[in-house]
RNA sequence: GGGUAGGUAGCGAAGCGGUCAAACGCAUCAGACUGUAAAUCUGACGACAAUUGUCUUCGGAGGUUCGAAUCCUUCCCUACCCA
């Protein structure tokens, strides 16, 4: 008889501290972290997306940081297929896997599974986008309606992307995405969730801070450096950031210096919140009242002996 | 001291006799979301009851009117201009 493998998962949002306390328990208990984190996972833009520092990155193994350049596509669910890999072979070599990161899709992709069909037709999609073009939102969701009654419950018509995506996937195969929906694969693991959290108005304080160091770490050279190799939020979706939009357009002279850095600052508020409605309707996180002296090494105590604690 | 423009809910800003608790934007809060998710989308937002409900608001005080944020008088304040 063998025991289920735990896995640790370090989640929270933006500015919590999840990368610095992942690192140091990875640290501790011989792991290695895999970031879920939709952003990080592509080269270029290491300060925009605060990326672990290049003395973290050393010091331990992290899977899906700089690995995608920002013209490339990627998205959650060949996160959970691929990452899931990852996370037996990090087993195999007997360490322990740490997830770390503030995309909500990507770890319950990673954790709970979606279905591992990979459909995807271009052709199909652009057909669709270009039928939004010419007759609107309401049409395409009433050919939805009429092809797969039960995802049309599920999706707000207003959500565009989503029908369109149940569309492309019903075009391409003949099958309701709300059919494919209900083959979860097997997950061999079990993860402890735990959740950082603070004060609304601590947490807003650190975002605060931490737009500004990242203005003094260079963000603007980066976002330069995207711009002049032709990356842009209108056309790569990856560079469609918060911090790096903001940038964009503000050497596009849409707005001041002042402006930019009020919008950045407020827009990582909103992707905080949003973060944060996410996580809490996943009932399984054990919530972790970070407050806000601690450092790393103290949370990263409470959080092992929690993991300890955590028995299937 | 004179002139002009203003003072509206957390802020900005409409409204200029009834249909105004008062448009709209922002902030804030709450929520949805299984393959672009740092995205996309929804709702609440004077107070209280928390669905048709009640109460207190539109710088202050008076007044006109069946009825005022909207008209009149007066006072206070702000900005700019002339002294």
């Not at 690995?67 to 490339?72: F, G, K, V």
């Not at 270009?130 to 969701?141: A, K």
């Not at 330069?224 to 918060?242: F, I, Q």
């Not at 399984?284 to 959080?303: C, H, P, Q, T, Y």
């Amino acid at each position: 008889m063998r025991s289920v493998k735990k896995v640790l998962a370090i989640v929270g949002p933006t500015a919590s501290g999840k990368t610095d306390i992942s690192v140091e328990i990875a640290r501790r208990l011989n792991g290695e972290i895999i970031s879920a984190d939709s952003r990080q996972v592509y080269k270029g833009m290491p300060v925009s997306t605060s990326q672990p520092s290049e003395e973290n990155l050393n010091s331990v193994k992290h899977h899906f940081i700089s690995e995608l350049n920002p013209d490339e596509e990627f998205n959650s669910g060949e996160f959970g297929i691929i990452g899931r890999k990852i996370i037996d072979d990090i087993f195999s070599r007997n360490k322990l896997p740490v997830i770390c990161g503030g995309s909500g899709l990507y770890i319950r992709s990673l954790i709970d599974g979606f279905f591992e069909e990979k459909i995807e037709s271009k052709e199909i999609r652009e057909r669709l986008y270009r039928e939004l073009n010419d007759r609107g939102e309401d049409y395409l969701y009433e050919e939805l309606r009429r092809v797969d009654p039960e995802s049309s419950q599920i999706i707000p018509p207003r959500k565009v992307r989503r029908v369109i995506r149940a569309l492309e996937i019903y075009y391409a195969t003949g099958k309701k995405i709300s059919e494919l929906q209900k083959n979860l694969p097997e997950i061999n693991f079990k993860t402890f969730q735990i959740g950082l959290s603070y004060q609304r108005k601590i947490l807003y304080e650190r975002i605060n801070q931490r737009v500004d160091r990242m203005i003094e770490e260079g963000l603007l050279n980066e976002v330069r450096e995207l711009m002049n190799r032709g990356y842009h939020y209108g056309k790569n979706y990856p560079v469609d950031t918060v911090g790096v939009k903001e940038v964009m357009k503000y050497f596009e002279g849409e707005f001041s210096f002042e402006e930019m850095l009020h919008l950045i600052k407020q827009n990582t508020r909103r992707y905080a919140k949003r973060q944060l409605t996410w996580f809490r309707k996943d009932k399984r996180i054990l919530w972790l009242e970070a407050g806000d002296g601690e450092n790393a090494d103290e949370l990263a105590e409470k959080v092992l002996k929690h993991f300890e604690e955590f028995h299937l």
